[in-house]
Structure formats: structure tokens, C-alpha cells
């Protein structure tokens, strides 16, 4: 079992799993020939199901084991594996490999950083003087590379020498799996959606409904207050959200209490259009599909599908808005919530990134 890749994109590397480590604790990764795959099925909330193409992470990628495709699964933490990965931002490489300490196997992120060397920075600093005009003039103390009027002739060898490589490593624990320990997995079924619609800025909305969750939480802690009952923990489940679409661009975004009704709606959003070809009956079944009867139902209120989700988990699973890359959310009309983020390949002709966010909705 081997396992070797240079990192070609470190940052967005560093964002995904920053997005994944506020929805679980660890993650199942299976490595594969041409794909990286995390999912994440916590106890209660958003399950995610990751698949990244290995060029919009890696420059070269080695695997190998016994299995088909040469898949490797590992069971990996994911607090540690990001700040790892952190560490390594602005360095000059990285690269991440499967090794074995103590009869213990880790992902080993090997980090080279170029800095400058300390003693030439204070030789120059100490040197330093101001001219007339006001500019910094280096001289040199022992005269060998001052020019006739005393300022010195910069050597771009010597500045070169003066840098060097400084090679850190990370250790990340993890644990192997056999394939058959997760050959049960798989992702959830549902039915066929109602609406496709494309989400507006991420950020915008995880702004937007954080500030709906903190009104909700004060109004329930002030009712808990004046009941003289227990403050919620931060561990309870948050207030419920109301989200809804259309299939003519519209998205609202609600929150309702005994003490509070407040809404937001954007308008003008797009709802792709699904493809024939990937729906069961093909032209004849999209005449029949949940989606174009709610089209053909316009913008009156039996138009829009409707879910209700909790508040904490959703502002958690819209951290993923800070990797960029176009969303869409597919209502399951009170009953599921589906989102598709899609993240764009730098080099020209990749294929797309798509993580899938089973979002944990109530059942009314």
C-alpha cells in the first residue's frame, strides 16, 4: 500500500477542510486513481459527500494497493488534518504522503519553507544609514564592495545565499479500513426534487441567517429567563429555519417564534435546467417531473417547496461559501434538502469538484 502526492493547491486544500471540520470529528477518505473522496456521516446533521478531482489538489499523485483502483479508504480527523494543512499556507511546497511510525499509520504533510537568514538581515540593519534625501543607503564595513562614493555594490549571489530551506513535518494519526467495513456505506436516497434553484453568495446568506438564529436564541433565552428555566446549552439543537424556492427564482429564507416573524427574499436567482437525458423516461418523464408541475404552478404560494432546518447546523454547512464555486439547492418538497457545490479546476479542461450536503431537515 502506497501512497504520494505533491500538493498543487494548498490553499483550497486548507478551505475544504476547514469546511468539513465544523460537521464532524472525523472523515472516511478513499483515495482512488483519479478521485479524493471525504464523507462525513455524523451522528445527527449534515452528512457530506465529497468527491475532488486529483488535479485541483495535486501536481503528482502515486497510489497503489491491492484493492481495485488501487483504493485506499483511511478514517481521518479532521481538526488535526486542517491545521496541518494551515501550517503549510505560503509555504514553497508541500506534499502529503501515507507512512507508518510505531507500527502506527499517519498522513505525513511534509512542509519547505524558504526564509531569511537572520544573521545577514541584522548585519545589514546595523549598517544601515540615511542619506540627504531621506533614502536608506547600505554600506559595507569592510570596504570590499563599496563603490567611490561609499555606497555599496549589491551582490545578488551573496543576497541568494542568505535564504535557506527550512523542511517541517505534520503527522496526521489515522486508521486504515478493510473494504469490507465500508462496502455498506452509501450516500442517502430521496426522491426527485420539486425545485432546482441557484443559490445566492454563500457568505451573504450565512451572514443572513446567523443574524435570524442570534434574534431567535435571545428571544428564547429571554422567555427562559422571565420562566426561570435553564438557558439553552450550546450544544441544543438551534431555532428552526424556514427555507423555500420556487422554480421562477425566487428563494425566501424565514424564521418564526412567539416573539419574532421576520423573512428574507431574493428574486432574479436561476433554476438550471435539468438534462433529459439523465432523467428516468427522458423527455416524457421530465414532462412529469415534481419540478415542472411546480413551474407550471407559477409564484402563487403552492409553488414554492418548503423545509425546515436547524439554524446552527446551517450556518455550519454554509462555511463551504468560503471555497467560492456555484451552489444548487434541491428542495424535496417538507421533507429533504439537497445541496450541490460545484468548485472550478484552475487547469484548463479539469473536471469539477462536487461536494453534496445532505442537509438534516424536520419533518413536519
Not at 460545484?342 to 469539477?352: F, L, Q, R, V
Amino acid at each position: 500500500m502506497r501512497f504520494n502526492a505533491a500538493i498543487r493547491n494548498i490553499t483550497t486544500f486548507t478551505k475544504f477542510a476547514a469546511s468539513l471540520s465544523s460537521l464532524g470529528k472525523v472523515a472516511w477518505v478513499r483515495l482512488e486513481e483519479e478521485t479524493l473522496r471525504f464523507t462525513i456521516i455524523p451522528e445527527k446533521g449534515t452528512q457530506v459527500w465529497a468527491v475532488l478531482s486529483i488535479d485541483s489538489i495535486f501536481e503528482t499523485y502515486t497510489i497503489e494497493s491491492a484493492a481495485p483502483k488501487n483504493a485506499i479508504n483511511l478514517e481521518v480527523p479532521i481538526a488535526p488534518l486542517h491545521r496541518a494543512l494551515r501550517s503549510a499556507i505560503g509555504a514553497t511546497s508541500a506534499s502529503l504522503r501515507l507512512t507508518k511510525k510505531d507500527n502506527i499509520p499517519y498522513l505525513s504533510l511534509t512542509i519547505v519553507t524558504s526564509i531569511l537568514n537572520n544573521h545577514s538581515s541584522i548585519g545589514l540593519a546595523n549598517n544601515k544609514n540615511n542619506n540627504h534625501d531621506g533614502h536608506e543607503v547600505y554600506h559595507h564595513d569592510d570596504g570590499n564592495n563599496n563603490d567611490d562614493d561609499g555606497h555599496m555594490n549589491f551582490d545578488f549571489q551573496t543576497a541568494a545565499s542568505r535564504h535557506r530551506e527550512t523542511i517541517i513535518t505534520q503527522d496526521v494519526p489515522t486508521r486504515v479500513l478493510s473494504a469490507a467495513s465500508v462496502e455498506g456505506i452509501h450516500e442517502p436516497r430521496c426522491r426527485e426534487p420539486d425545485v432546482y434553484i441557484l443559490l445566492p453568495s454563500l457568505l451573504q446568506l450565512k451572514n443572513i441567517s446567523e443574524r435570524f438564529t442570534k434574534l431567535a436564541l435571545a428571544t428564547t433565552k429571554s422567555g427562559s429567563a422571565s420562566g426561570n428555566t435553564s438557558t439553552l446549552s450550546a450544544n441544543a439543537p438551534g431555532p428552526r429555519l424556514e427555507l423555500s424556492a420556487n422554480m421562477h427564482g425566487s428563494l425566501r429564507l424565514g424564521i418564526a417564534t412567539d416573539a419574532l416573524n421576520i423573512a428574507s427574499v431574493w428574486t432574479g436567482l436561476s433554476n438550471p435546467e435539468l438534462d433529459p437525458s439523465q432523467v428516468e423516461g427522458g423527455e416524457e418523464g421530465l414532462r412529469h417531473h415534481p419540478s415542472t408541475r411546480m413551474r407550471a404552478l407559477g409564484s402563487q404560494e403552492e409553488g414554492w417547496a418548503k423545509v425546515r432546518i436547524d439554524g446552527r447546523d446551517w450556518g455550519r454547512v454554509l462555511s463551504v461559501g468560503r471555497l467560492g464555486g456555484r451552489v444548487i439547492a434541491c428542495f424535496c418538497h417538507e421533507h429533504a434538502l439537497i445541496l450541490y457545490v460545484y468548485i472550478s479546476n484552475d487547469e484548463d479542461g479539469g473536471e469539477e469538484s462536487v461536494l453534496t450536503y445532505y442537509i438534516s431537515c424536520y419533518i413536519v
